[in-house]
Structures are given as structure tokens and as C-alpha cells.
């Protein structure tokens, strides 16, 4: 990967990680709000579990970018 590439490919997965984070901070209310003597519904736990998973994902992405990026890196200094 060229570093003009490599270094895209990171802005990429850096933004994506944010926008993910970001989702789970509007619904940080929601969770709050939970009422804790009262079981969690599927219809509650939905929409979490997709903004929790897209983070996972996006999160895991941008592991993989900087591990690649780690060597070239290192042979850099």
C-alpha cells in the first residue's frame, strides 16, 4: 500500500471509529434511562446492540489499519 493510500485507508477507519462512537453517545440517555427494576425488552436492546456492534466493528478496523502500518513504521525510525 502506497503511504498516500495508507494513510487514507487510516483517516477512513479513524472517522468511522468516531461516527460509531458518536452513536453510542446519543444513546448514552436512553440507557440511563433503563428502568432497573424492570427487564430489558428486545425492541430496547436492538437498536443498542447495533450501535455496539458497528463500534466493535469500526474499533477493530482501525486496529487492523494501525498493525499494518506498525512495520513500515518501524523501518521508518
Known sequence: MSDGNAIRALKNAWNGA????ERLN??????????????????????LE?????????AQALRGVLEALQPKADQGT
Do not use: K
Open 18 to 21: 468516531v461516527a460509531t462512537a
Open 50 to 58: 447495533r450501535a455496539a456492534m458497528a463500534h466493535a466493528i469500526a
Open 26 to 47: 446519543q444513546l448514552a440517555p436512553a440507557v440511563a434511562s433503563l428502568d432497573e427494576e424492570a427487564p430489558a425488552t428486545p425492541e430496547s436492546l436492538d437498536e
